[in-house]
C-alpha cells in the first residue's frame, strides 16, 4: 500500500513540474527598458541590405558581404570587402575615415564599384581593384549631395 501511495505521490510532483513549465513568461521593466540588462536579446535582429544588380548585400558596420546569388538563391556568404581595406585607400588623414558600410550604395548591377561618403568626401571604391575610381569633396554645411 506503502509503494502505491509513493508512486501517486510522484506522478503527482511530475505532473505539477510539467503544468507550471508551461506558463508565459512576464516580461520585467528591465527586460523592455531601452538600455536595459535583457533588451538586445528580446529585441528583433534586424540587418541592413541593399541590391548589387540582381544579388542581394548585407550591409554590416564593418563588412559587405553576399547573401543571395543573382538568381534569388541563398548562397554562403562571402565577404566583399571591409571597412579596413577601404580606409587603406583612402587618405584617411585629410578626408576621414569611413565608420560604417550601413549606408552603402551600389550604382551600377555590372561594376563592382560602391558609393560611399566620409565626413569630407564622397567616393566611389572599386573593391575588385581595391582602388577609389571617383571622388569629390563634399560641399561644407549641405546636406544632400547628387551623385
Do not use: C
Not at 4 to 12: G, M, N, R, S, Y
Amino acid at each position: 500500500m506503502k509503494i502505491k501511495h509513493l508512486i501517486v505521490a510522484a506522478v503527482a510532483l511530475l505532473i505539477g513540474t510539467n503544468a507550471m513549465a508551461q506558463t508565459k513568461k512576464s516580461f520585467t521593466l528591465e527586460d523592455l527598458m531601452w538600455g536595459g540588462n535583457n533588451y538586445a536579446n528580446i529585441m528583433p535582429k534586424y540587418y541592413g541590405t541593399a541590391f548589387w544588380g540582381d544579388r542581394l548585400l548585407k550591409l554590416d558596420v564593418d563588412e559587405v558581404s553576399t547573401l543571395a546569388s543573382n538568381k534569388g538563391k541563398a548562397e554562403k556568404p562571402r565577404v566583399l570587402f571591409t571597412t579596413d581595406q577601404l580606409n587603406a585607400a583612402i587618405d584617411t588623414a585629410k578626408y576621414g575615415k569611413v565608420y560604417n558600410l550601413l549606408y552603402a550604395q551600389f550604382p551600377s548591377g555590372s561594376k563592382s564599384e560602391v558609393y560611399l561618403q566620409t565626413s569630407k568626401l564622397n567616393l566611389l571604391y572599386n573593391w575588385q581593384q581595391r582602388k577609389v575610381v571617383w571622388s569629390t569633396e563634399r560641399t561644407p554645411g549641405a546636406y544632400a549631395n547628387d551623385m
